[in-house]
């Protein structure tokens, strides 16, 4: 597909689900890959599955809404060429899409720290070495909760994502010059929603599945190649041809 050798690619919330799907295609392209999760045993676990798989992977855990964590463990790391702002939690989880107006203001701050400010950190602590090297990918994955009304109860959650959007949309135009892109994505349902809800999902999809983790790290190997160096400040729909617009 396209080539990522020599890149070293930073997934954040890789330890399962949509971002371990991201990093075996980013390994497959020939990544070295920094597995991010909030849970050491679950990096770990994923690296153990990479490496079986034949792909270069190291787990990097940290909580990327902790600045200094973030921040140190981006140092130990050395390099990192691609990094993929992956960890989020949706509406449901802890707010059980309910309507905003039923959630209190102490159930707002979780959801603003991992979707907005996990990107905000880890972005910001990836930029200097980007620079020095004049090369690099930032790259947000989105929903298209953050893109258009698609349901009730995920009214802050899709805000943040927009958040996260228009701030590599507007970083783009800072560091186009030093050979850094920043894009996102954004994903219709994926394939790890609660299996009682997938198949129900899947029939109002035009292409009539949920999305997998191939599906995700396919657009974002395009957007982390040589060949997007001319692609920046997008946002990319991967769903499916849900909600066009
Ligand atoms: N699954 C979907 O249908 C869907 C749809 C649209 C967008 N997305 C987006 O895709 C991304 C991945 O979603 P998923 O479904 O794989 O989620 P998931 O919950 O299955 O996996 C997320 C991983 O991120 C980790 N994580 C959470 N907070 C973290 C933190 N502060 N620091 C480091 N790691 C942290 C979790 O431990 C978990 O392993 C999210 O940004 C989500 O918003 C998912």
Redesign the pocket.
């Known amino acids: 597909m396209f080539d990522l050798t020599g890149k070293t690619a930073l997934v954040?919330?890789?330890?399962?689900?949509?971002?371990?799907?991201i990093a075996r295609v980013l390994g497959r392209q020939g990544a070295a890959l920094l597995i991010?999760?909030?849970?050491e045993e679950?990096a770990l676990a994923a690296c153990a599955q990479l490496s079986a798989e034949g792909l270069q992977a190291s787990a990097l855990?940290?909580?990327?809404?902790?600045y200094d964590a973030v921040s140190a463990a981006v140092e130990a790391a050395g390099r990192i060429d691609i990094l993929v702002?992956?960890?989020?939690?949706?509406g449901r989880?802890g707010m059980a899409l309910q309507p905003f107006a039923e959630t209190s203001p102490q159930q707002w701050r979780p959801m603003v720290?991992?979707?907005l400010y996990?990107t905000l950190n880890c972005s910001h602590a990836v930029l200097t070495g980007m620079r020095e090297r004049g090369w690099g990918r930032i790259i947000v994955?989105?929903?298209?909760?953050g893109r258009v009304g698609t349901n009730a109860g995920v009214t802050l959650?899709g805000a943040c994502?927009a958040a996260a959007v228009h701030f590599v949309r507007n970083l783009s135009q800072e560091v186009a010059a030093s050979g850094i892109t920043a894009n996102a994505i954004?994903?219709?349902?994926?394939?790890?929603?609660p299996e009682e809800i997938v198949e129900f999902v899947a029939r109002g999809i035009p292409v009539p599945r949920?999305?997998s983790g191939d599906d995700?790290g396919s657009a974002i190997a395009y957007l982390a190649s040589e060949e997007a160096s001319w692609v920046t400040g997008q946002e990319l729909p991967v769903n499916g041809g849900l909600s066009p617009s």
Request: hydrophobic share 30%; proline share 6%.
């Open positions: 954040t919330g890789a330890g399962r689900g949509v971002g371990l799907g991010n999760d909030l849970f679950r855990p940290f909580d990327t809404t902790d702002n992956n960890a989020g939690i949706p989880e720290n991992v979707n996990g994955v989105s929903s298209d909760a959650y994502k954004a994903l219709g349902p994926m394939d790890n929603l949920t999305g995700a």
